[in-house]
Nanobody
Framework: QVRLVESGGGLVQAGGSLRLSCTFS????????MGWFRQAPGKGREFVAA????????DYADSVKGRFTISRDNAKNTVSLQMNSLKPEDTATYYC?????????????????WGQGTQVTVSS
């Protein structure tokens, strides 16, 4: 059973920073790639970033590249998303997810486990 719990969302002014964290609880955590998606009101869930099971590879959506950094600590079963230079268009609910196939990490799948989400609001 995979369980994901996000934290760290909040309200921030444009140009500010936030750090999201996701704690994952699963039997074989080392086998999972981890990722972040987001969903704005009235829109679909979109890929933000992913990190491989060892942390050696990262992937970012073009919209966040250079501003967001994903990292993981397998000893603590956590994955983090450092978000800098935030823009109003980054406002969304951010979700943590886990996947076995690196090639599929950009794809939204209901077959993968998801956290409950954490709200990020960026004011202009």
């Amino acid at each position: 059973q995979v369980r994901l719990v996000e934290s760290g969302g909040g309200l921030v002014q444009a140009g500010g920073s936030l750090r999201l964290s996701c704690t994952f609880s699963l039997f074989t955590s080392i086998n999972y790639n981890m990722g972040w998606f987001r969903q704005a009101p009235g829109k679909g869930r979109e890929f933000v970033a992913a990190i491989s099971r060892t942390g050696n590879s990262q992937d970012y959506a073009d919209s966040v590249k250079g501003r967001f950094t994903i990292s993981r600590d397998n000893a603590k079963n956590t994955v983090s998303l450092q978000m800098n230079s935030l823009k109003p268009e980054d406002t969304a609910t951010y979700y943590c997810t886990a996947g076995l196939k690196w090639a599929d990490m950009r794809r939204y799948s209901t077959d993968n486990p998801w956290g409950q989400g954490t709200q990020v609001t960026v004011s202009s």
